[in-house]
């Protein structure tokens, strides 16, 4: 059972307009929401979180909502340039039993290609 | 230093061999990960763990071996692999229970034959 969906496997946008990405969980005890962009062969790439206390964070072009009772965040991207052009995954952590760690789950990531 | 390391960043090896792949962080982190990631697929974690003891271990093989010597060392030993074990093979640090990023390392990509 995914606790952590992306529904669209692919996006393409032109230069220059909005990129939204979609994430919805089902896992209330995720408290920590982070977005990692990823090129092939390489490890994640950490870009932005936000913590389930608040519903947007913004860092320069890119911007995570929660939506915290629909179980739902999206990262937008304005302006798309084309070396946003990666795979991009939602990421959920939560305390592990022990409370000694936290583990990340992933969503299954959106391939954005950004066209010039 | 927000790094980690991970070597090799290839490795081919035959179903008998033996192989370890390693990880290293100065970020002086005392959670570190391993995780499994197949072609078109997210990152599936395999093991944690916290303070050099291992917390979780996500029902993998026992052809799947960690050790974490200490705090900034985090090995993955392998041996009579099976070649649906090819995959990169990705390790993480972060602090052990701050709500904050994971950092990863570049992989190590891993075939079997």
């Known amino acids: 059972d995914q606790q952590v969906k992306q529904n669209s496997p692919s996006l393409s946008v032109q230069e220059g307009r909005i990129s939204i990405l979609n994430c919805d969980y089902t896992?209330?005890?995720?408290?920590?929401f982070l977005w990692y962009k990823k090129y092939p062969a390489e490890g994640p790439t950490f870009l932005i979180s936000i913590s389930s206390i608040k519903d947007k964070n913004e860092d320069g072009r890119f911007t995570v909502f929660l939506n915290k009772s629909a179980k739902h965040l999206s990262l937008h991207i304005v302006p798309s340039q084309p070396g946003d052009s990666a795979v991009y995954f939602c990421a959920a952590s939560t305390l592990i039993s022990s409370g000694s760690a936290r583990q990340l789950t992933f969503g299954s990531g959106t391939q954005l290609t950004v066209l010039p | 230093d927000t790094e980690v390391t991970q070597t090799p960043k290839h490795l081919v090896m035959g179903m008998t061999n033996k192989k370890s792949l390693k990880c290293e962080q100065h970020m002086g982190h005392r959670a570190m990960y391993w995780y499994k990631q197949k072609a078109k697929k997210p990152p599936e974690l395999m093991f944690v763990y916290s303070y050099e003891k291992l917390s979780i271990n996500e029902s993998v093989p026992s052809r799947f071996s960690p050790e974490c010597p200490n705090s900034s060392l985090l090995n993955l030993h392998l041996h009579a692999l099976q070649p649906e074990d090819s995959a990169l093979y990705l390790c993480a640090s972060s602090p052990a229970v701050l709500n904050t990023e994971a950092f990863f390392g570049q992989g190590t990509r891993l075939t079997v034959v």
């Open positions: 896992n209330s005890m995720f408290d920590y």
